[in-house]
């Protein structure tokens, strides 16, 4: 099974700063790799899918990167509305799809 | 619009059973795969089982291999995950998603807000 580590577990950022995200993998998970962002009370929304392609209707200002173990969600210039907890997930070997324990951003 | 919609959850004593469904319209529900997710109170995201379009095809987590089985009717676009067994640990948000492939990515790009289950004596 792949295990997917994310860092920090809680990032502080100010609105209108940049956001990076960490999510590394145990072993090579290529691009096959989406995240999702999840606010308190809802259920997971998807942003990213393929390392870096964002899905339908999610802002420009998020962006993803990364490939092999090493993968990276870049939210430029945070908003209110960005701060939520982040989880990456793989799909390169499955079952069973493996998420990242979560990063939770949050207000500086 | 598609729409996802979980219900069945609720409080169950530890050996017990439940069965979750999930109602969904705004695609063809033949043609994508589901899965269920959960999510115990205060952690992160635990994928739970996986059915093909076809129903054909099911895989499950270690954690509940042999107590829960998915199921769908496709006449009803209704999804199902039956839980028998069931134990404290269990406990969690239960999350149908669509699960989408394109080119050759997987992603679950449509989720239903999730149906509370609560194992206890």
């Known amino acids: 099974e792949i295990v997917m580590t994310q860092s920090p577990a809680t990032l502080s950022v100010s609105p209108g700063e940049r956001a990076t995200l960490s999510c590394r993998a145990s072993?090579?998970?290529?691009?096959?790799l989406a995240w999702y962002q999840q606010k308190p009370g809802q259920a997971p929304r998807l942003l990213i899918y393929?390392?870096?392609t964002r899905a339908t209707g999610i802002p420009a200002r998020f962006s993803g990167s990364g490939s092999g173990t090493e993968f990276t969600l870049t939210i430029s210039s945070l908003q209110s509305e960005d701060f939520a907890v982040y989880y990456c997930q793989q799909y390169n070997d499955w079952p069973p799809d493996t998420f990242g324990q979560g990063t939770k951003l949050e207000i500086k | 619009e598609v729409q996802v919609l979980e219900s069945g959850g609720g409080f169950v004593p530890p050996g017990g059973s439940l069965r979750l469904s999930c109602a969904v319209s705004?695609?063809?529900?033949?043609?994508?795969?589901m899965t269920w997710v959960r999510q115990a109170p205060g952690k992160g995201l635990e994928w739970v089982s996986f059915?093909?379009?076809?129903?054909?095809?099911?895989y499950y987590a270690d954690s509940v291999e042999g107590r829960f089985t998915i199921s769908r009717d496709t006449s009803r676009n209704i999804l199902y995950l039956q839980m028998d067994n069931l134990r404290a640990d269990d406990t969690a948000v239960y999350y149908c998603?669509?699960?989408?492939?394109?080119?050759?990515?997987?992603?679950?790009?449509?989720w239903g807000q999730g149906t509370l289950v609560t194992v206890s004596s």
């Open positions: 059915i093909s379009g076809s129903g054909h095809t099911t």
């Open positions: 998603a669509k699960r989408t492939t394109d080119s050759g990515f997987n992603y679950f790009d449509s």
């Open positions: 072993q090579s998970v290529y691009i096959n």
């Open positions: 705004g695609f063809t529900f033949i043609n994508y795969a």
């Open positions: 393929g390392a870096s």
